[in-house]
């Protein structure tokens, strides 16, 4: 039977032996070990502090920016409605325009049936201005019918409710001085309209006020179409719910 | 009672530190030397291993062995893989010697010096198995834990590295006759 050597047994020795010659051989350095390391660790917890800092810097830069979101960039429909409405028309004090703090008891529906509606006439059953009937106030609601929500708004008291009611029922079906357009479907829906939302005895009801799109223009009450005609729009188109341009409005031109 | 209450106090101080370090400095200079075959990555080695030590130098001052504590920082930080990254290690297949067998009686010396070049040849975890086993003589169940791995495993890598030594030095020795 061949002789068995345990490699362990054979080769540890040598091993240990060359170990310990070489490791009292070398020359390093040995001193200052823990004065280096305490100034790595001193650095290492000033890096630590110093990104806590940043870290809590940021938090409540981000924190003061959420608080005054309202008046930042970020798309909101009252942001939205105030920046664009001075682009469109610089907001003048108008006769008949209720004081702030009266307009910002009740603001318009951030959203609205009218930017759904698949016909200028979908006023919903109920809710449509019969123009006989007396009114006490009226805001005026300015849509977008894509993603800008509530463009605008903008209140009037019962004396121009009342003579915006007047104008539009003394006018035609539709206005013959309006173009007739022939367009795609895909560009027929306007890209805005406006609501009237007046208070009555029996609650708000609405007229709504196409100028946009290719399909109709006028106003809207759900059982009755009035003509598009510059008269009334004079009226109520001032401020932020002013539009910057139209379809029909550009036909009308003195609106 | 006030002076052994005061001597408590200044084992546990930031000079306990400064004392243990200046004690203990050569073993773990010499201890990482032999396991990373490097002056320079063994200063590195010790270096990172006690500013850690410091860091938490209230738990590792209270540790049965605060040496083996810091050593095995020292196992762990040498095997670690970011490090092994950074030395951009190249492991080559077989051992080579590199010192020769001289005839002017020092037989002996010369075959420290070329167990140690063929050290240097090994895979870290290999050459630190055999360093935590014939230098600090320790069992293959403190090696295993040291490592991180199983006590066979750790078995395993000492004796390949025999082997391969070995294979090496018996071949060296038979081209030298």
């Known amino acids: ?255 | 009672m006030e002076a052994v209450l005061a001597a408590a106090e200044v084992r546990t101080g930031p000079l306990d530190f400064e004392v243990w370090v200046t004690e203990k400095a050569d073993a773990l200079l010499r201890f990482a030397y032999v396991l990373t075959g490097d002056a320079t990555l063994a200063e590195d080695a010790v270096q990172d291993a006690l500013t850690t030590a410091c860091a938490r130098w209230g738990r590792v001052s209270r540790a049965d062995d605060p040496e083996a504590y810091v050593k095995r920082m020292v196992v762990n930080a040498h095997i670690s893989w970011w490090r092994r990254f950074r030395r951009r290690e190249s492991p080559v297949d077989d051992p080579v010697r590199t010192a020769r067998a001289v005839s002017d009686g020092t037989a002996a010396r010369a075959e420290a010096d070329a167990i140690w070049d063929l050290c240097a040849t090994l895979p870290d975890k290999q050459r630190a198995a055999v360093v935590l086993r014939f230098y600090e003589e320790l069992s293959y169940a403190e090696i295993a834990q040291l490592l991180h791995c199983a006590e066979a495993t750790a078995r395993s890598h000492v004796h390949r590295a025999l082997a391969a030594l070995k294979t090496t030095l018996s071949t060296e020795g038979a081209e030298d006759a």
């Not at chain 1, 345990?6 to 490791?23: N, V, W, Y």
């Not at chain 1, 009266?102 to 123009?131: F, M, W, Y």
């Not at chain 1, 206005?175 to 009237?196: G, H, R, Y």
């Open chain 1, 1 to 255: 039977m061949p002789e068995q050597h345990d490699p362990e047994q054979e080769l540890g020795p040598k091993i240990t032996s060359a170990f310990q010659d070489h490791a009292g051989a070398q020359g390093m350095q040995n001193t200052g070990l823990a004065r280096e390391a305490r100034r790595r660790v001193h650095r290492r917890r000033q890096t630590m502090s110093m990104a806590a800092g940043a870290v809590l810097v940021v938090a409540a830069v981000g924190g003061v920016w959420g608080l005054v979101g309202d008046g930042s960039p970020v798309a909101t429909s009252h942001s939205d409605s105030a920046s664009e409405g001075k682009a469109a028309a610089p907001e003048q004090p108008s006769q008949g325009v209720a004081p702030n703090s009266e307009r910002d008891k009740a603001g318009c529906p951030v959203q609205h049936p009218i930017q759904q509606a698949a016909a200028p006439n979908d006023v919903p059953t109920g809710t449509g201005l019969d123009l006989n009937t007396q009114v006490t106030g009226l805001r005026a609601c300015r849509y977008s019918t894509g993603q800008g929500g509530l463009l605008g708004q903008q209140e009037f008291d019962a004396a121009v409710a009342q003579q915006v009611v007047d104008a539009i029922k003394v006018l035609p079906e539709r206005n013959p001085d309006l173009p007739v357009f022939k367009c795609a479907p895909q560009v027929a829906k306007p890209s805005e309209a406006i609501t009237l939302r007046f208070t009555t005895a029996a609650g708000t009801k609405e007229i709504w006020v196409v100028y946009d799109g290719c399909t109709s223009a006028g106003f809207f009450t759900g059982t009755h179409v009035y003509g598009l005609y510059s008269a009334p729009l004079k009226l109520f188109m001032t401020g932020s719910v002013r539009p910057s341009g139209g379809t029909y409005l550009s036909a009308l031109k003195d609106w």
